[in-house]
């Protein structure tokens, strides 16, 4: 056999190899996460597929996360450790991202479980369909006593896998969870990657995937446990108030949905409401406002007279953000059935 055949077969083996065996990255933001990273790197170094790379950021830590680290990308090479250099996790996730050479890449926090068999998973999908964002079903456990609304919050994101309904639905919360997607690289950099400075970053995330119509393949299995603790960023980090959700929600709204051609309704006078008119006021965005307590119609709002909401009713067509943050409030009030199944754009922001 000639030198120059030789040469043909083994590049063609590798070449199969990388694409039946792609490398995956890992990227990983920890910040005083000593309590839980062994636990979570362990989960990293089980899983049933190995060929993967980690790249963790230490987001200037002061506890004992570094050396933790740094004793496993001792016995594995496949952990690389980073100090970020400018203070924040979308920084961390930059740098992280610069380091990983991988075709896929999937997030992790250093507070959380990887299911043994979740890369492995993800990996089959994305094979198939390299213009997609794969996710899975979630589970959240705490060290404590685990709240009732991240229960929920946990039921809806995995019913949106059942109902493939996450553009439908991207408005009312972040509907991909921050360390459960899983997407190629060339589909990652094409909306930005973690370039975009906007928090929430992961609620960012997915409203630029939905800008780029990227579709979502979820698989119904929990392939990832999300742990609740009193330190989690989530709880503590001023970027994940609720200010910012309802800034980066009106940003894409005025964006991506917003129609001028027809009429925008606010409908909801509670808090949620007067934050949300306020929002659209100082960005001058044209808007009705109605609501269905009786003992606030006539009134004015910031300059702008409050309707019944039987106005919804009407004919025209329209566009309407509905702002009531009342949990059971769909299930309650049938009119919310007629103007859903109404030919109106009806956004859920809550």
């Avoid at 790379?53 to 570094?66: G, Y």
């Avoid at 919050?153 to 059942?162: F, H, K, P, R, S």
């Avoid at 630029?208 to 503590?236: C, F, M």
Wanted: proline letters at 4%; aromatic letters at 12%.
């Amino acid at each position: 056999m000639s030198i120059q055949t030789s040469l043909f077969f083994y590049f063609s083996d590798q070449m199969n190899q990388s694409k039946n065996n792609p490398l995956v990255s890992i990227v990983m933001p920890a910040y005083n996460a000593e309590n839980h990273i062994h636990e979570c790197l362990n989960s990293i170094i089980r899983q049933s597929y190995t060929n993967w790379e980690l790249s963790i950021v230490d987001d200037f830590s002061s506890d004992r996360t570094w050396e933790i680290v740094q004793s496993f990308s001792k016995k594995d090479h496949r952990i690389r450790l980073f100090k970020n250099t400018n203070k924040g996790i979308i920084p961390a996730l930059r740098l992280a991202f610069k380091k990983s050479s991988g075709e896929y890449i999937t997030r992790m926090d250093a507070d959380d479980i990887m299911k043994t068999t979740k890369i492995e998973t993800l990996l089959k999908i994305p094979t198939d369909h390299n213009t997609s964002c794969v996710t899975n079903y979630v589970e959240y456990f705490s060290d404590g006593k685990l709240q009732g609304g991240f229960i929920r919050y946990a039921n809806w994101l995995n019913g949106l896998i059942d109902k493939k309904a996450h553009w439908k639905a991207i408005y009312q919360e972040c509907v991909i969870p921050s360390p459960s997607w899983m997407m190629s690289r060339d589909v990652f950099e094409s909306i930005g990657a973690f370039q975009s400075d906007r928090y929430p970053e992961d609620y960012d995330l997915c409203f630029r995937l939905y800008e780029a119509k990227i579709p979502v393949i979820g698989i119904p299995q929990v392939l990832h446990l999300w742990r609740d603790h009193p330190t989690r960023a989530s709880r503590n980090d001023p970027n994940y108030m609720d200010q910012h959700f309802i800034d980066l929600k009106l940003h894409y709204f005025d964006k991506l949905d917003l129609d001028k051609s027809k009429t925008l309704f606010l409908w909801g006078g509670g808090p949620t409401g007067k934050k949300l008119a306020k929002k659209l006021i100082d960005k001058d965005i044209t808007f009705r406002w109605c609501t269905g307590n009786q003992s606030k119609v006539g009134k004015h709002i910031y300059g702008i007279k409050i309707e019944e909401e039987k106005v919804l009713l009407s004919s025209d067509k329209k566009q309407i953000i509905f702002a009531i943050k009342q949990s059971d409030f769909v299930h309650k009030n049938p009119f919310f059935d007629k103007i859903s199944s109404s030919s109106h754009q009806l956004f859920r922001f809550y």
